[in-house]
């Protein structure tokens, strides 16, 4: 299977001044590695801290000025730097952020989604915009009320329909069902599964391993900025003897379920 979207020894420095105009740098990805074929969903998981969103700025092209980075990232075989891949950004590939506050707070929620059409080229971004919000459960009345009217759920759902708006090639999900009820988690996920069955390629940036299982064609662990194990999502049954890495083995087994054990050493 051909990789879509291929990330390669990543490595993202961040310069910094303290007092006395001394200088630090911080290493926060020292090594990840991420492929994703078209068709596919890849899960992304690790601790909080581990670099996953990090990583999916960086794929964007989306670091700050005081970053240093080194590494590769190949879309479609092409190797691109950041200017290249922020011309991909919100139309070959896009990212549903974490968090709610990319909402214009001051901007009606119909005006931004319609906006996000009209940059996808709808010809009819008002209708294209309600129809996008009624897929994920949102009426009408939504289009007219401002991000702080919205329930965090509902705000999540808001950032999905836009981040989709344009068919993207990549979709890159960061933490998209934290909040959600569980009906609404499983529809979020399975419409992921839609997408890449569509053939399209879903980089699933989550906390909820369990939940990711049910849609993942891979499972990607990263810690402290380092890719460390790339799994079948086959081996996290029972209580994990088929995983072969054993920090993979830690993460399952300290799941709620699996005993909150937390192995010594990992």
Do not use: C
């Given at each position: 299977?051909?990789?879509?979207?291929?990330?390669?020894?990543l490595?993202?420095?961040?310069?910094?001044?303290?007092?006395?105009?001394?200088?630090?740098?911080?290493?926060?990805?020292?090594?990840?590695d991420?492929?994703?074929?078209?068709?596919?969903?890849?899960?992304?998981?690790?601790?909080?801290?581990?670099?996953?969103?990090?990583?999916?700025?960086?794929?964007?092209?989306?670091?700050?000025?005081?970053?240093v980075e080194?590494?590769e990232?190949?879309?479609?075989?092409?190797?691109?730097?950041?200017?290249?891949?922020?011309?991909?950004?919100?139309?070959?590939?896009?990212?549903?952020?974490?968090?709610?506050?990319?909402?214009?707070?001051?901007r009606?929620v119909?005006?931004?989604?319609?906006?996000?059409?009209?940059?996808?080229?709808?010809?009819?971004?008002?209708?294209?915009?309600?129809?996008?919000?009624?897929?994920?459960?949102?009426?009408?009345?939504?289009?007219?009320?401002?991000?702080?009217?919205?329930?965090?759920?509902?705000?999540?759902?808001?950032?999905g329909?836009?981040?989709?708006?344009?068919n993207?090639?990549?979709?890159?999900?960061?933490e998209?069902?934290?909040?959600?009820?569980?009906?609404?988690?499983?529809?979020?996920?399975?419409?992921?599964?839609?997408?890449?069955?569509?053939?399209g390629?879903?980089?699933?940036?989550t906390?909820?391993?369990?939940a990711?299982?049910?849609?993942?064609?891979?499972?990607?662990?990263c810690?402290?900025?380092?890719?460390?194990?790339?799994?079948?999502?086959?081996?996290?049954?029972?209580?994990?003897?088929?995983l072969?890495?054993?920090?993979?083995?830690?993460?399952?087994?300290?799941?709620?379920?699996?005993?909150?054990?937390?192995?010594?050493?990992?």
């Open positions: 299977m051909t990789a879509l979207l291929e990330v390669r020894g490595e993202v420095d961040f310069v910094q001044y303290e007092r006395g105009l001394r200088r630090r740098t911080v290493h926060a990805l020292t090594g990840m991420l492929t994703v074929a078209a068709g596919e969903v890849v899960a992304l998981v690790g601790a909080s801290g581990a670099g996953k969103s990090l990583l999916a700025h960086a794929v964007l092209g989306l670091l700050p000025p005081n970053a080194r590494g990232v190949l879309l479609d075989g092409e190797l691109l730097d950041a200017a290249g891949r922020r011309r991909h950004a919100g139309r070959g590939m896009t990212l549903l952020p974490q968090a709610v506050s990319f909402l214009d707070p001051v009606p119909g005006r931004q989604v319609r906006r996000s059409a009209e940059l996808a080229g709808h010809p009819a971004p008002r209708r294209a915009a309600a129809e996008a919000l009624a897929r994920r459960g949102l009426g009408p009345e939504v289009l007219r009320r401002h991000p702080h009217e919205l329930s965090g759920g509902m705000a999540r759902r808001v950032l329909a836009m981040a989709t708006m344009s993207p090639r990549v979709l890159l999900a960061d998209p069902t934290t909040g959600l009820p569980p009906a609404d988690v499983r529809t979020t996920l399975g419409g992921f599964r839609a997408m890449a069955d569509d053939g390629a879903v980089v699933l940036i906390h909820e391993l369990r990711a299982l049910d849609v993942a064609d891979r499972v990607v662990i810690r402290d900025g380092r890719t460390v194990d790339v799994a079948d999502p086959a081996g996290f049954s029972g209580d994990g003897a088929a072969a890495h054993p920090y993979t083995r830690a993460l399952w087994q300290a799941l709620p379920g699996n005993g909150f054990s937390v192995a010594e050493g990992v």
